[in-house]
């Protein structure tokens, strides 16, 4: 089974040479690699992060009740869904009257990430075939970083991806649970301003992509982001509600390949040089 | 609703899944890596706009601009993300309460 792993060279699983769009974390402390480690370690950090994600699933629980849907439907998106960006964006949806189709594209949007993390942690965790419907369901940006942190061979890498996994797992679901029993023992969530808590939310999720790379990174994610927000907010009038978002995938996929044929030029002016 | 949430959840569910059928050379494709990196970013600045101005398909400037203003600052003064959204509702939901903003 480890055929591939315990003594990689510590190069190959350098994070830093891992070219990947990286998983924030909310606010973990999560020590620098080149601490000396246990698994006890791994186990306090695993129970931080859930701690920090279990306090924003109850922001979770709420802003769903607040968007119409019950208390079950919003506690199956954390038992099943368990990717928070997904949920908030399809309660989000949900909530402003867009349609069912528009919903879930953008929720599934939003999860094409967790594809790309399941592609790099898949020879890294290197899972036993009947591990991996769970892995699966635990592969979110919290679970990938901590992978990614503790990199040394494969048993503390798998020990990170299951111990934060179900210590977010856990303790989202628990979050989500008393969030939404709270927001549906009130009258009138609008008058709580819960209504701007979603806006806030979503900017919160998306405040470490901003903030957490290279400063001229940083730079290209605000234009980007800018540029989102101001071709959803221009089409809000002219689309259905929902779709305004979807088409902000548009600019993505614009920017995408506009940077990526500049880097590809830079790196032949480099090698002309 | 119900087949809403439950489309959703298989799909990303799926998503997930798909990573670990793949082979893992997808990963060098440089332009699925940079796509997946990017759309993140697009599609929650999107639905921060949309969710502060949209009222259905009209544009309104309400009380909940102001709550976005005070997430963001907390977001600069570094608050964790409960504290942000709490704040956000908090100051928006007393502007109503005070009849400032609607």
Known sequence: ?273 | MWPIVLIASLGTYLEKLLGYVLPHSMLERESVRRMTGLLPVSLLAALVAVQTFADGSSVTVDARLLGLVVAFIALVFRAPFLLVVVLAALSTGLARWFGLMA
């Open chain 1, 1 to 273: 089974m480890d055929s591939q792993s315990d003594n990689d060279s510590h190069s190959k699983m350098d994070p830093s040479h891992v070219h990947l769009p990286q998983p924030h974390l909310p606010h973990a402390h999560v020590p620098g690699e080149h601490l000396p480690h246990t698994s006890r370690d791994i186990h306090i950090n695993a129970l931080g992060i859930g701690l920090a994600t279990g306090a924003y699933g109850l922001s979770f629980g709420a802003i769903s009740i607040a968007s119409g849907l019950s208390i079950a439907q919003t506690q199956s998106l954390s038992l099943f869904m368990f990717t928070g960006a997904s949920q908030f964006a399809l309660v989000g949806v949900i909530g402003a009257g867009g349609g069912a189709f528009v919903a879930i594209a953008t929720a599934l949007l939003l999860g094409a990430r967790n594809s790309l993390y399941a592609l790099s942690l898949s020879p890294r965790l290197d899972l036993r075939r009947r591990a991996i419907p769970a892995a699966a369901l635990l592969t979110i940006d919290e679970s990938t970083g901590m992978t990614m942190r503790y990199s040394a061979n494969v048993q503390d890498r798998r020990r990170a991806f299951f111990a934060t996994g179900l210590s977010v797992y856990v303790l989202w679901n628990i979050g989500t649970a008393l969030g939404a029993i709270g927001a549906s023992a009130l009258s009138d969530p609008g008058m709580l301003g819960l209504d701007a808590a979603i806006p806030a939310g979503f900017l919160a999720l998306l405040w470490p992509r901003l903030t957490s790379n290279s400063r001229t990174e940083n730079q290209k994610m605000w234009t980007l982001a800018i540029v989102s927000a101001l071709v959803a907010f221009l089409l809000i009038p002219v689309l259905r509600p929902g779709l305004p978002v979807l088409c902000s995938a548009l600019v993505a996929v614009g920017a995408s390949l506009i940077w990526g044929r500049n880097s590809a030029s830079e790196h032949l002016n480099r090698r002309g040089q």
